[in-house]
């Protein structure tokens, strides 16, 4: 029989991860569909198919369920066998995982739900679309995989329209707003039952949490109960973004005693930790905060119980009152006069080129090289993140990253990832001769802020990483509650005055207390007056400004330091420079960032 070549692409994809409320349902949303996916291709490889992307080094062990090979969305392989039955075969694989995944989701709810129509809306879900065509040779491979991505993409114009099955007048999903819920509204408190009957609104407060985990503002359809409550064998929590956000603290408390030897650390969380035993609501929520990666002290205790603002997600009356009282004693035992700081970093990032580079590949052979490499860097990515960044990974597909971070790490981290993604797809060029190259967006955000409008403000900064000029390029938006967001950018290629460099020489300042804050506001308001004037105009102020100002602690900006800052100006605005206040406006953006990262390093020192 011809060979042929087989494409399968499993959706939907960005619009299903990013419908989350909380973000375990963001990873698990990411999971589930690479488990689906991997569900597929582990049938295309046991019926004696050859993979070429996803690419597995030990296919037995990387296609297992539940294993830590993530597969992306797209599936290409050369077969052997008639393409329809093995796409048959590989489609049977992936609904008889997504059963099972499921099962395990509704066996996690202890309250009834309406099973049959939260079943029809998962069957729903899955986007299944294939094509074949016979590869006549190796020599022809190339040929054969273009013309397959016009067809697939012919394929996924062509919708397939079928009856709703599951559609009612119940109350729409809170996530997507698509999907009808299948919770009983009976179960919810009535409009005016919180001022009408207080004990009775509380009671059902409580009931919701315990039985579904959800709060009194949430409806859940088939959909979102799988993602909320769907099982990863063992390792199924994910840490919150008030987690993100605690890090710093929980950095800084780990030190504690250390600096205070009169008063024990342990003992004092432990006393906030047993306040929670006290009544069935208190000990569901505090089992409920929990984080995959437990800390010497605080154990696997999600760093939201260090939010007084988070306790009014699930807590009402007399529990929520009682808990902040019992975070505020904890703070007061120890001394500790600010709370954490309530922002956390989501970093995006995507490949550049790549779609070049692939194409340019003359062989199949060439193309599992490149499915190697980025199943090598997928592994290497998650090490990075979790294990020296202390972040939380949500996916990593291919050249396709998101990612939580505390807001000390991130540019670090982003740092770290496209150094080793340039590195191990350094063999492969497009016709251009270029390697690919990584583009990352982070934004910072509150930690009460909405998921999706954190994606949001995340994808925002990927897309303008993406538009510089032969981008390779990093892009920070930040994002304050009660003011304008700030977003810079800049490219990765080192200079002695690159972006990378200019932020972590000015971080480096404000943590010293070296530089002030002020000068910035000043440099964006002479952006503003100055817009039409020519660049040496703007580098003359500049100088005076800097030169005139004085530090935190009432002392003159050193010498030094203010030619370095001048020379980082000047740098960003040479005279030839047409529209210099832009650069202007850029760079005290870059100081004021610089800053607002610098006050969680010295938190996590102590400082």
Not at 59 to 64: C, E, H, Q, R, V
Not at 542 to 547: F, N, P, Q, S
Not at 588 to 598: L, M, N, P, Q, Y
Request: aromatic letters at 8%; glycine letters at 6%.
């Amino acid at each position: 029989m011809t060979d042929s070549l087989l494409l399968i692409s499993i959706g939907p994809v960005q619009d299903f991860i990013a419908s989350a409320r909380r973000t375990r349902d963001l990873w698990f949303g990411s999971w589930l569909l690479s488990e689906l996916a991997k569900a597929a291709a582990k049938s295309i490889y046991e019926h004696e198919g050859d993979l070429i992307f996803p690419y597995p080094a030990t296919p037995k062990t990387d296609l297992a369920a539940n294993s830590t090979f993530n597969v992306p969305n797209k599936i290409l392989a050369k077969i052997k066998d008639d393409p329809k039955a093995q796409a048959v075969l590989a489609r049977e694989a992936l609904i008889a995982r997504l059963n099972e995944i499921r099962e395990g989701a509704f066996a996690k709810v202890n309250g009834e739900i309406e099973r049959e129509r939260a079943i029809d809306q998962i069957n729903s879900l899955v986007e299944f679309n294939w094509v074949a065509l016979p590869l006549a040779s190796d020599d022809t491979y190339r040929a054969t995989r273009q013309q397959l991505e016009h067809l697939m993409a012919a394929r996924k114009n062509t919708r397939n329209f079928g009856k709703v099955t599951w559609g009612t007048n119940a109350p729409k999903s809170s996530i997507d707003g698509e999907r009808e819920s299948v919770i009983d509204e009976s179960l919810y408190p009535l409009p005016n039952e919180k001022t009408r009957n207080p004990t009775a609104y509380e009671d059902k407060v409580r009931s919701l949490y315990q039985k579904f985990g959800i709060n009194v503002g949430e409806r859940l359809s088939g959909v979102d109960i799988l993602k909320r409550h769907g099982q990863k064998g063992k390792d199924s929590r994910f840490p919150s973004t008030s987690h993100m956000a605690a890090i710093p603290m929980f950095n800084f408390l780990n030190k504690y005693d250390e600096l205070n030897a009169n008063i024990s650390l342990i003992d004092e969380w432990n006393r906030y930790i047993n306040f929670f035993n006290k009544n069935p609501t208190l000990i569901k929520y505090i089992n409920n905060e929990i984080t995959p990666n437990p800390q010497p002290i605080f154990g696997d205790k999600d760093g939201s119980l260090l939010f007084a603002e988070r306790f009014t997600d699930t807590l009402e009356g007399d529990d929520l009152s009682d808990a902040r009282n019992a975070l505020e004693a904890f703070y007061n035992a120890l001394g500790v006069k600010k709370p954490p700081i309530p922002y956390y970093a989501i970093l995006h990032a995507d490949g550049d080129a790549m779609g070049s580079v692939i194409n340019f590949q003359s062989d199949l052979f060439k193309h599992q090289a490149i499915s190697k490499q980025l199943t090598l860097f997928a592994g290497e990515v998650k090490s990075i993140v979790e294990t020296e960044y202390q972040g939380a990974l949500v996916y990593s597909g291919g050249d396709d990253v998101l990612a939580f971070l505390p807001l000390h790490t991130a540019l670090e981290c982003a740092d770290a990832l496209a150094k080793k993604f340039q590195i191990l797809l350094s063999d492969f060029k497009n016709k251009e001769d270029r390697s690919p190259t990584l583009s990352v967006g982070i934004a910072i955000v509150h930690h009460l802020e909405p998921l999706s409008d954190a994606l949001e403000l995340a994808r925002a900064a990927e897309k303008k990483a993406k538009a510089v000029a032969g981008k390779n390029a990093l892009a920070i938006n930040l994002s304050k509650r009660g003011g304008a967001d700030r977003i810079i950018v800049g490219s990765w290629i080192e200079s002695t005055y690159s972006f990378y460099n200019r932020l972590k020489k000015l971080i480096e300042w404000h943590q010293n207390d070296q530089i002030p804050l002020g000068f910035a506001f000043e440099l964006h308001d002479l952006s503003i007056r100055l817009k039409d004037l020519p660049a040496a105009i703007f580098r003359a102020e500049a100088k005076r400004i800097i030169e005139r100002k004085h530090t935190s602690n009432g002392i003159k900006v050193d010498g030094d330091i203010a030619q370095a800052l001048l020379a980082m100006i000047n740098d960003l605005v040479p005279e030839t420079q047409t529209e210099a206040h832009t650069m202007i406006h850029q760079f005290a953006d870059e100081v004021i960032i610089a800053e607002f990262i610098a006050q969680a390093n010295k938190l996590t020192t102590g400082q």
